[in-house]
């Protein structure tokens, strides 16, 4: 059961839906109203709140909250999601009620798929690859030829089957009590605008046929495709109570070749090619590698990447709690378990670099005895984080100070360029929040 406190925060964060949605119609949005007599707005046509973060900005995000009856979907299997969710073109406002666990690797009948069929006809067969490639008598060049080819043929297969392009002006929210979510799958939200995703538990987005590159660093690296939930070149996101693990499958059960990992793992929620406004608030991240990527490159897109990091729970997760370029990213009253999970151990929670400007404040970690504060965060020497408050095992520490005393070179710099604005719900202390989102984030909480 949510406690006193959080109930108390979902009744604010209607108060504050409503005032949103009639500020908006105000300006000529014409999104969902309620009088002030009515009920509370129901799950699936609520819109962000008011200064919750960067997606507040400009005319806010209110996702599907205008669709009509004939684009109101109720949905539970992998074909309904896809005629649900129509052409990525399509800027028709639509609310899509995830019911249940939804299999992307499913055919249209609901059969289950295995990476053997989208390997079929297709020449592919790993242990062909592993010979073709092997770097004793391949070397250290890029993968051609014919099992290259029908590698990229079953990827191929793979992809059209599990990835879902997300239009313009959607909600997809999974439906209360009905342990809601997406496994298998990879919800794709590029060049677009105005969505909002809440209450879906994003699970074992697997990648069957990742790519040998002999020439990512030192000794080669096995890279996988498909994040849980990627944005690409989108306007105003909100992504909320939703819950993203590798489970079943840890990395730690994952086979050797070559002398590296064959990952099968890539991103949990990637905000890259020039994303802005996001707000990524009250979700859970646990068992997991390479969490959260903001900004695809050092040359992404400056002016962007605007992105707000709020009330989430990492636990078990590797890196990238996000690793941010670029852009102005604002994290506060965040929780961090650095206690090694399903043989996840932290390596750097924050990362910044090219010159990105992060704000940290009141958020805290929980260490593991002998782990070293130091190693929280990383950087390039160009990257910025500033902010306080934050507390370590309870103390409020300077996790800047840490990192670069034990650094000689590649210091973070501790001024940004900018100060937060849209900070609704902020905690000016970081005291109670191990013990408070721990039941009030992640999908099932919403009701």
Known sequence: ???????????????????????????????????????????YHQVLPAKDGWAASGSGTTGGTKAD????????????????????????????????TIDANTDDSGKKLTCADYASGTGYSLSAYLKAFDPATYGKKAPAGTQEKARAAASAKQKKNIVFRVPSNTTIVGV?????????????????????????????????????????????EWNSNYDSVTLRGVTNVWADHNTFTDAPI??????????????IHDGALDITNGSDLVTVERNQFTNHD??????????????????????????????????????????????????????????????????????AERNAWKLPSGAKTAKLLSGDGTGSVAGGGNLVNGTETDLVAAYNAANSSKKLKTTV??????????????????????STTGAGVLD
Request: aromatic content about 6%.
């Open 176 to 220: 209360p009590g009905t342990k809601a979510g997406i496994t298998g799958g990879s919800l794709q939200i590029q060049d677009v605008k105005n969505v909002i995703v809440r209450n879906l538990t994003f699970a074992a987005t697997e990648d069957c046929f990742p790519q040998w590159d002999p020439t990512d660093g030192s000794s080669g």
């Open 69 to 100: 009856s004939a684009h109101t979907f109720t949905v539970s299997t992998r074909a309904q999601l896809v005629k649900a969710l129509g052409s990525a073109s399509d800027t028709t406002p639509r609310i899509i009620k995830v019911k249940g």
């Open 290 to 359: 390479k969490t959260m990527l903001i900004g695809s490159s050092d040359t992404d897109s400056t002016g962007k990447l605007r992105v707000t990091i709020h009330h989430n729970v990492w636990k078990g997760i590797v890196q990238r709690a996000p690793l941010a370029r670029i852009g102005q990213i604002h994290l506060y009253n965040n929780v961090y378990d650095a206690t090694a999970l399903n043989g996840y151990e932290v390596k750097y929670s924050i990362d910044s670099r090219a010159k990105a400007q992060v704000v």
């Open 1 to 43: 059961m949510a406690s006193a406190s959080h109930r108390r925060s979902l009744r604010k964060r209607r108060t504050l839906v409503v005032t949103a949605a009639v500020a908006a119609a105000g300006a000529g949005a014409g999104v969902f109203v309620m009088n002030a007599n009515a009920a509370p707005a129901d799950l």
């Open 417 to 438: 360029n900018w100060k937060p604005a849209l900070t609704a719900d902020l905690q000016t202390s970081a005291k109670n929040l191990v013990t408070e989102l721990a």
């Open 250 to 263: 840890f990395d730690k059960s994952l086979k050797t070749y070559y002398g590296r990992k064959y990952q």
